[in-house]
């Protein structure tokens, strides 16, 4: 049982399959219980049981799995004498699971016992000993996170000494970048701590040793390149030369191409987080290039979204166009160093002539970017860990930089917290109050300004912006932002807003201008989609839908499916969705409109489906509101169904009341119609952000909760 057990073992670290990890897992426990105490084979089952069972923590995150090994190698180790040629392995085991169970569970004494155990498991390791290295770079790693929970400088101090002293006993490249990053990591905490240049300039060297180490295809070197920025800026805040910023924009903008443009769709390891976006076009702000800073995070967001989406790579594409090409270019990638630019300059001109790729490597320019912008401005909202600003982009002069220094990452934090902690309160006076209080601080630290520069330069009243907010920010009602006192104009008396994620999917709500007399509307309804959880007024809402404009198809209750929904969207330009769904912000086309016959229907089912363009989708009462951990770049359900290629959306920030939805539906619809009369011709996709202000005001004028009416949001054209 045992080599078979060892056999399913090497076969799982060869091919991954849970099964082979399961049973040899069981096989080992069999083992075991034949090797009672005093069986000289035992001490050999212990660390085999305990291998095993680490490796499924780190596959499931199991913390039955975590604990079961420390114990099996604590055993083990109590087996051996001090002079045992296996000690410092088992110590070390033991350091690294204890590590392991600090980060999944937060407790300072584990990372204790972690430290305890690495020192033990060093003393035993002479310099010349092969293991030596990652002995050294556990222990610095779990003093790293030390100083960061008590902020002791020794253990910092001694993390960088570590780091420093693995670098030299490093055998390959890999292993050396990463101990490059964590001593950058180490040296730019001490500089935030003393001040001291030196650890900046020290950081900026380490961090180029590891990316000249690294293949233009691997997985570390975005989150690398992002590093270096950082510092870049860093150093730059702190001596005020150009020249550091300039370099930091050029490390950032290679970080947002070539390597996505090549990554797998199936990988998404290694993915740059998605505010590296935003810490580029901060840079190029602060070196008074707005424009850049535009093209940056258009850029940026664009792969985000397309990677969040699971839309084909370049990579994905030329494979289909041309696989010896293919080869060709991953083989170029994975060249360590730097490229061979004669080669890769041929290399692309054959990327550029085939079908669909001839502008496969260029960022759009804000020349083009700014047309967006026709209708009304586009402002941005950056937040960055280098400083906030909008971006407020025109359609024909250059942009204008608002600085919004009340508008810091963590200051975002604090209000999302606040605002969802809001939306639970239940006697309603309370919410009001605190709600509104959150909405003057949106105001006062970033709408009043922004107001301010819009007027500035002859925005007119009544006119439509759009807000396109990065960071967290998506998840706050920005629309609604205001002062809140008597005589006092809120935003939505002064401006008109929708929200983009970017400026492409505006451009292409605009671009080749549909039918505008096909607005046969569908209409997709589930009243009772779970059996604990009725939303009453959907039949109601239904009803006075219908007695305001054409519908086309009904689809009613769960016994429609999803090839039936998905063909009648071949067929309908308008779709009306009712329902409770469910949102995830990590994930959002993993996001759910409807429990169907055959199963729940994501956002993925209709963005990967080939449709003809939709003009309009309005998401009634469609999911619960955020709650707990969000992600450190929220994208909204109703604006990634905009990115999925419906041109204009009307959606809810959380759960609607159920009484509201008859109501700003029947406005909404009577608003659209009246406009279409009076104009002579069809209703007009582009005038739902004017209805939908016209019916957050009557139920303003209803009087109902705060919290009802700034819960709508319009996205797209």
Known sequence: MDNLADGLMALYHECHTAEDLDEAIELYRQVLTLRPAGHPGRFHSLCNLSSSLFSRFGRYDSLEDLDEAIDYDKE???????????????????????????????????????IIYSQAALTLRDRHHLERYDYLVTLAMSLAARYQEKEELPDLNRAIHLFQKASRDSTNDSDLSRTMVNLASCLKSRFFRLATIHDVTEAISSLKTALSLLPTNHPDLPRSLDSLGVILYIKYDHLQDIEDVGDAIAIFRRALQLPSFFRRSSDLSGISRASLPS???????????????????????????QELARLPTLFDHLVTEDEKLAMEVEALLAVPKSLDLLQWTLVRDQIEVLDGLECWDKVAPFATLQQAAISGPVIIVNISQFRSDAIIVQCHDEPRVVPLPDAEPRDIDRLISQFSGALSITEERTKTKTIQAILRLLWTGIVKPIV??????????????????T???????????????????????????SYIPMFETLLRSRHNPLDQFNSRLLVVAHPDPYAHQTLQHVYEEIRLVREVIPVGSNLIGQGTSRDALLTSLQTHRWVHMAAHGSQNLFDPFASSFFRLRDG???LLDISSTTLPPVQFAYLSACH?????????????????????????????????????????AKVVYEHLRRLAEQEGGAMDYTNAAEALNVAARVLRDMRVPVDRWINYVHIGA
């Open 624 to 664: 619960s509101a955020f709650t707990g951990e969000t992600p450190d770049e929220a994208i909204h359900l109703a604006a990634a169904v905009h990115f999925a290629g419906f041109r204009s959306v009307i959606g809810s920030l959380y759960a609607v009341a159920d009484v509201d939805g008859p109501i700003v």
């Open 600 to 602: 729940l229907l994501t």
């Open 471 to 497: 960071y967290r920010l998506s998840l706050l009602p920005l629309h609604a932002a205001g002062p809140y006192k008597s005589n006092m104009p809120n935003l939505p008396d002064i401006y008109i807003s």
């Open 279 to 305: 810490d580029a076009a901060a840079c190029a702000v602060e070196a008074s290039r707005p424009e850049v800073a535009v093209e940056l995070l258009e850029h940026g967001r664009k792969l985000w979204l």
């Open 76 to 114: 083990a180790l109590s087996l051996i004498p001090e002079e045992h040629s296996s000690r410092s392995v088992l110590l070390h085991n033991l350091a690294l699971s204890w590590h392991a169970r600090f980060e999944r569970e937060g407790e300072v004494i584990d990372l204790e016992r972690s």
């Open 452 to 469: 301010a520069e819009l007027r500035a330069i002859g925005v007119p009243h009544g006119s439509r912006i759009w807000w396109l907010p």
